[in-house]
C-alpha cells in the first residue's frame, strides 16, 4: 500500500507563491515517476508537472514558467513551487505516483498515467 500526502495548500492573492509538498509513505520506492495534477469544478485533472527517476522534468508550456517540481528523495517527497499564481489557478491539487516508469513519456503529464494518488489540497487565489 502506498499513500500519498499533500500539504502546503491554502488562499493567496493572485501574484503570490505557495509551495506544496508530497510525502510518500508504504511500498515506494523513489525511481517512481512522480508528478502534480490539478482539478477545478467541472473542469478534467490536468496534468502541471512530472519528475523522474533522474530528476528531469516536464510541464505544460500553458505554465509559463511559473512552476517548479523538485524533489527531496531522502525524504520521499515531492514539491511544487508555484508563483505569480492567477485566479485561474484556484482548484484541488493533487499528487500522484507511477510505479511502472523511470523516465520521463509523452503520458507522464496523463492523468490515466497514474496508478496513486492522494486525497488533495486546496489552492484558492483571490483577485
Known amino acids: 500500500q502506498v499513500v500519498l500526502v499533500e500539504s502546503g495548500g491554502g488562499s493567496v492573492q493572485g501574484g503570490g507563491s505557495l509551495r506544496l509538498s508530497c510525502a510518500a509513505s508504504g511500498h515506494f520506492a523513489q525511481w517512481w515517476m512522480m508528478a502534480w495534477f490539478h482539478q477545478a469544478p467541472g473542469k478534467e485533472r490536468e496534468g502541471l508537472a512530472a519528475i523522474d527517476n533522474i530528476g528531469r522534468a516536464d510541464y505544460p508550456d500553458s505554465l509559463k514558467g511559473r512552476f517548479t517540481i523538485s524533489k527531496d528523495s531522502a525524504k520521499n517527497t515531492v514539491y511544487l513551487q508555484m508563483n505569480n499564481l492567477e485566479p485561474e489557478d484556484t482548484a484541488m491539487y493533487y499528487c500522484?505516483?507511477?510505479?511502472?516508469?523511470?523516465?520521463?513519456?509523452?503520458?507522464?503529464?496523463?492523468?490515466?498515467?497514474?496508478?496513486?494518488w492522494g486525497q488533495g489540497t486546496q489552492v484558492t487565489v483571490s483577485s
Open positions: 500522484a505516483a507511477d510505479p511502472y516508469r523511470r523516465y520521463l513519456k509523452p503520458t507522464s503529464l496523463a492523468p490515466y498515467a497514474y496508478s496513486y
